[in-house]
């Protein structure tokens, strides 16, 4: 078990991570080094989703919606941070469904890169969260501005 509570993972390279991924490993370690207060995977939220071509056994409608959870990566301040190397097709959809459930939760996301969604490079990363008018940031750190931000609170 490591401080947080979770067992280490091991790696590609069969080297032992703390977090979930390099990544993460690689932005609380800078998160540490800058005194930055946080806290991993805090807290879990639950939230609705629609499920797509179901019909409810009570009442045959067809808006069914099911209770899932969601853990962000980091809270810091008021709001949270989601880390992400590989944004997939359903980590978007599950993201887009928490997002549409709690809007009141102040989700941002750190990308790796601003990589192409889909092989036909119409839609990168920094695409889908402006659609989503969400906060996000391309690199391997929390940038300072959002430090400063909860800092002035």
């Known amino acids: 078990m490591n401080r947080y509570g979770r067992p280490r993972q091991k790696g590609k390279k069969g080297k032992l991570l703390v977090h979930a991924s390099k990544l993460e490993d690689t932005i609380i370690q800078n998160l540490e080094e800058r005194g930055v207060e946080f806290k991993y995977e805090p807290v879990t939220f639950d939230y ?83 659609k989503l008018g969400v906060k996000y940031h391309i690199g391997q750190e929390v940038p300072e501005e959002w430090l400063i931000q909860t800092k002035s609170k």
Not at 93 to 104: D, I, L, N, Q
């Open 48 to 130: 609705l989703r629609v499920v797509r071509g179901a019909t409810c056994s009570e009442c045959n409608g067809s808006h069914c919606r099911i209770r899932r959870r969601y853990t962000p990566d980091l809270a810091i301040g008021t709001f949270f941070v989601e880390i992400k190397g590989k944004l997939d097709s359903a980590t978007r959809s599950r993201m887009e469904a928490f997002h549409e459930g709690r809007p009141e939760i102040d989700l941002r996301y750190i990308f790796q890169r601003d990589n192409w969604l889909t092989s036909k490079h119409k839609n990168k990363y920094s695409d889908w969260a402006k």
